[in-house]
């Protein structure tokens, strides 16, 4: 399996610009995850997703964030509009399985996103 | 709410030291007790995992123990190489239900030769 794909690896942008992640989990899993890492604050989960049903968004910053999945193999993150404070790496997870097994996360190599 | 916290480093060691990242939790219920690894460059890894008290989880080398009584999940390795070297992470998922992890603010482990 190619494990979860996240694109792109890197993205710079200027403030007021919409930036657009996306991830394709690994095929099978039901469960997806955007988690947001940087310096100050760690790793944060954001919002989360079950059979591509949004079931927590209380992670998500402001309104200027937004998450999508249309259909079970992929995913996508907006900002809209960037400002520099989000410059972050942004990791994609996904899971399956009923009881324990989902909490067995496996995550993607992360979007570095700098926002000038 | 949930938390978890971890000694954040750097720590830095000999090839074939004793590890030890310590790692404490705050959390409802029951929860589930992981550590992470993150190579440079690259996503988190799950090392190993615990899923309730005095459940020992390992994985190439690495244990850690779960201690309900002092709310603890402390990583030990009995002999690191420099391959070790990374940024391990201390989590949890709550046993009230919420599926998202909990992280701690990682622990920057740093083997020389």
């Known amino acids: 399996d190619a494990g979860v794909i996240q694109s792109p690896r890197h993205e710079v942008t200027e403030m007021g610009q919409e930036v657009t992640l996306r991830c394709k989990p690994i095929s099978g899993h039901d469960y997806l995850f955007w988690y947001r890492q940087t310096m100050m604050r760690g790793l944060e989960l954001l919002i989360y997703?079950?059979?591509?049903?949004?079931?927590?968004d209380s992670g998500m910053p402001e309104d200027r964030f937004s998450a999508k999945m249309p259909n079970a193999s992929f995913s996508t993150l907006k900002i809209q509009p960037s400002e520099p404070r989000d410059s972050a790496v942004y990791f994609c997870a996904s899971s399956y399985g009923p009881g324990q097994r989902r909490n067995e996360q496996f995550f993607g190599p992360g979007t570095r996103l700098t926002v000038l | 709410g949930d938390s978890v916290t971890q000694m954040e480093g750097p720590v830095t060691l000999s090839e074939e030291a004793f590890l030890t990242i310590n790692c404490t939790y705050t959390?409802?219920?029951?929860?589930?007790l992981f550590w992470y690894v993150q190579y440079p460059g690259e996503g988190l890894q799950l090392l190993l995992k615990?899923?309730?008290?005095?459940d020992k989880g390992s994985n190439k080398g690495f244990e850690a123990t779960y201690r309900k009584e002092t709310t603890s999940f402390h990583l030990e390795k009995g002999s690191v190489q420099v391959s070790d070297s990374a940024v391990y992470f201390c989590?949890?998922?709550?046993?009230?239900?919420?599926?998202?992890?909990?992280f701690g603010k990682g622990t920057h482990l740093i083997i020389q030769p």
């Open positions: 989590a949890l998922i709550s046993g009230g239900g919420a599926d998202g992890l909990t």
């Open positions: 997703f079950n059979n591509n049903v949004p079931i927590d």
């Open positions: 615990a899923t309730k008290a005095d």
């Open positions: 959390a409802t219920g029951y929860p589930s």
